[in-house]
């Protein structure tokens, strides 16, 4: 079964901690995504990558860093500095970086802050 | 002003009805545009892509763009309660790079039986 899987689907931690989110896919996408959802805000972006060992910030990056050392993996840290870290994560992947093709999502990972 | 906005609902429309969803963006680059169904608790899946003006379909949906309005549409036709869900639209610009979407808030649809 090709797809996106983001583990864990819930993860809680305390204030101050960093924590790592993994997300992996065998899709052979070359870019890859990191969005943040928050209710009544739709989607942001967090992080992209366009291909191994290279990514770009995106709209909301501060308190967030990634890598990119596999094509197939792509897992973002929230740091202690993101001020407001509980949402739901959503990684995504897509075939061709260079052109506007379709998005695929992962599951999801809802993280929680205490 | 958001670059896309998105009525959030909720919208409730009884089974079989037909279900208008809409979109409207102020950004004239955008040229691609996508409809996405996100169950609870689930990550988005992608149900429609189209590409500038025009009309295209796929069994009971129907997206729509109008360019000239900065508007776009998607309609469901006999909806199920299978169809319940918060609906995204997302577009992005003709750009070279990775492709930046621009989302909606999302309208949280429900279809009672």
């Known amino acids: 079964d090709g797809g996106i899987t983001q583990s864990p689907k819930y993860l809680f931690r305390k204030e101050g901690q960093n924590v790592t989110l993994s997300c992996e896919q065998n899709l052979n996408h070359d870019a890859m995504y990191w969005y943040r959802q928050d209710p009544g805000q739709g989607l942001r972006l967090i992080y992209y990558s366009q291909i191994v060992n290279d990514f770009q910030k995106g709209d909301i990056a501060e308190g967030y860093s990634v890598s990119r050392e596999k094509k197939e993996s792509f897992p973002l840290t929230v740091t202690s500095a993101q001020k407001n870290p509980t949402a739901f994560y959503l990684c995504a992947s897509s075939t061709d970086p260079g052109t506007a093709s379709e998005q695929y999502f992962g599951p999801g990972t809802r993280l929680t802050v205490t | 002003q958001k670059e896309v906005e998105q009525d959030p609902g909720p919208l409730s429309v009884p089974e079989g009805a037909i279900v208008s969803l809409n979109c409207t963006y102020s950004n004239s680059a955008f040229q691609y545009f996508m409809w996405y169904r996100q169950y609870s608790r689930k990550g988005p899946e992608l149900l429609m892509y189209?590409?500038?003006?025009g009309n295209k379909e796929d069994g009971r949906f129907t997206a729509q763009v109008d360019k000239s309005s900065k508007y776009i549409s998607l309609f469901i036709r006999d909806s199920q309660p299978s169809d319940s869900a918060t609906y995204l639209c997302a577009m992005s610009p003709r750009i070279q790079g990775a492709q930046k979407l621009v989302f909606g808030q999302g309208t949280r649809l429900t279809i009672n039986p």
């Open positions: 189209t590409y500038s003006s």
